[in-house]
């Protein structure tokens, strides 16, 4: 068996499960063309992709103090757009087959529990998952994902947690939890790769193939 097998799998949702970028650069657009920027090319998506939370608010001037607003604002906009929003190519298979196989699957997120209720009804998924966690601040999830291993009696040793950004490195770090990251979310490849994570993986395919 690999290292990963017969542990519980504890998903991060936006950039993850959910096909989030091409939603996230309309509501990155909406956002700053209310506050007078330019609309963001895809090119330029790639540039912030390389970047970190603290980075992007400096690149677009945001102060620090203002980041839960921005938060609330994005988890509402989304709302707003979140019949749009689609599953990564191949997640719905996955999440089924790991089903079939007994895993026990969570979800831990950013985004408010309507939206990915939402998403996990539309896509009949929420069957699945024994436990679903939502609202967490943006630089508060290592203290949500204590508080929800706790909650459900999960060992940091018995789980691993599956995520697209830096941030969800910097939890699992603090945990002491191995972090699989993904290259099809917010932060790049190359990113993710020179961060503290266990694996990153490019496609769907190969992540199942490593948690199987």
Not at 84 to 98: A, K, N, Q, T
Not at 191 to 199: G, R
Request: proline residues 2%.
């Amino acid at each position: 068996m690999g290292k990963f097998s017969n542990r519980t799998l504890v998903f991060d949702f936006d950039g993850t499960l959910a096909d989030s970028l091409a939603l996230g650069l309309d509501l990155a657009n909406d956002f700053l063309g209310d506050r007078g920027h330019e609309p963001l090319t895809e090119d330029q998506l790639e540039e912030l992709r390389s970047m970190s939370v603290g980075q992007l608010l400096k690149r677009f001037r945001i102060p620090f103090y203002r980041l839960p607003g921005v938060v609330v604002e994005a988890r509402k906009r989304m709302g707003e757009m979140i019949d749009d929003l689609e599953p990564v190519d191949g997640i719905v298979d996955m999440i089924e087959h790991l089903h079939k196989d007994s895993r026990k699957l969570g979800l831990v997120s950013t985004n408010s529990e309507e939206n990915v209720r939402f998403f996990l009804e539309k896509y009949k998924l929420e069957k699945y998952f024994e436990f679903v966690d939502c609202g967490s601040g943006v630089f508060g999830k290592a203290r949500r994902l204590k508080k929800v291993l706790a909650r459900n009696n999960l060992d940091v040793a018995n789980c691993l947690y599956i995520g697209d950004e830096l941030r969800d490195v910097d939890a699992a770090r603090k945990l002491k939890l191995d972090i699989v990251s993904v290259a099809w979310g917010l932060n790049s490849a190359t990113k993710l790769e020179e961060s503290n994570a266990d694996l990153t993986v490019d496609t769907v395919q190969e992540l199942v193939r490593l948690i199987k």
